[in-house]
């Protein structure tokens, strides 16, 4: 099985493209997610791509700060640098995409006046 996992924002405006000779729609976006904390906290950066119609629904909504949640299969392309060496890079064909708030709000514990004391239970 072949599956990440990710969550993470978008760090540079995504690039749409026409691939190919039969021009199949391409999104390629990097997200960043960190992993750690205090001094050893550490940024991961990730190259995805989205495919097809839903590359071309998404151009507009996968932009920088964008939060994200990501499932998708990891890819290594392989291609030879100017000096002759091998290079390889790791990407992620995106399978499945959702959008989510990081919003302190939305994870802030509730005061004691924001309970309804009229709550049978």
């Known amino acids: 099985m072949n599956s990440i996992v990710l969550d993470g924002r978008v760090v540079r405006e995504s690039e749409y493209k026409k691939v190919g000779s039969n021009e199949t729609p391409l999104l390629e976006f990097t997200i960043a997610n960190e992993t750690g904390y205090g001094d050893y906290k550490k940024s991961h950066f990730f190259k995805c791509k989205v495919w097809g119609k839903r590359a071309t629904g998404l ?63």
């Open 59 to 121: 151009k507009e909504h996968i932009v920088k700060g964008k939060p994200l949640f990501i499932r998708g299969e990891m890819e290594m392309s392989k291609w030879q640098a100017t000096d002759g060496s091998n290079r390889y890079s790791w990407e992620v064909n995106v399978a499945e995409l959702s959008f989510h708030m990081k919003d302190s709000q939305s994870t802030a514990t509730p005061t004691p006046d924001t309970f309804n004391d009229d709550i049978p239970f």
